[in-house]
């Protein structure tokens, strides 16, 4: 499975960006999804994930109220719309297959390459 994250960009404080996980030539419709970001120097950050069957989400705290995630079944994708950016948030995010818990994403099996965002002050 062959997944591409897309979307990213620049964007000001405050502005918001869209991203897109996909996979070539499959659905994403049966599979976990889940967002991770990474910034120069830090490590990976699981941001947030979605179940297949439930739809039921998780986030990190350090995007509650401000991201949401959700599935496009018509598309087979799994979008996570970005609100209220703050320049903290600036990283290469990547979407993986995964089991997602209330307590977060565990057993990443597949990921897509990233796409950057860059959140100016």
């Known amino acids: 499975l062959q997944l591409q994250a897309s979307g990213g960009g620049y964007v000001q404080t405050g502005g918001s960006l869209r991203l897109s996980c996909a996979a070539s030539?499959?659905?994403?419709?049966?599979?976990?999804i889940g967002w991770f970001r990474q910034a120069p120097g830090k490590e990976r950050e699981g941001v947030s994930c979605?179940?297949?069957?439930?739809?039921?989400?998780y986030y990190a705290d350090s995007v509650k109220g401000r991201f949401t995630i959700s599935r496009d079944n018509a598309k087979g994708t799994v979008d996570l719309q970005m609100n209220s950016l703050k320049p903290e948030d600036t990283a290469v995010y990547y979407c993986?297959?995964?089991?997602?818990?209330?307590?977060?994403?565990?057993?990443?099996?597949?990921w897509g390459g990233g796409t950057l965002v860059t959140v100016s002050s």
């Open positions: 993986a297959t995964l089991v997602c818990s209330d307590y977060g994403p565990y057993g990443m099996e597949y």
């Open positions: 030539g499959a659905t994403l419709n049966d599979y976990g």
């Open positions: 979605i179940r297949t069957n439930s739809g039921r989400t």
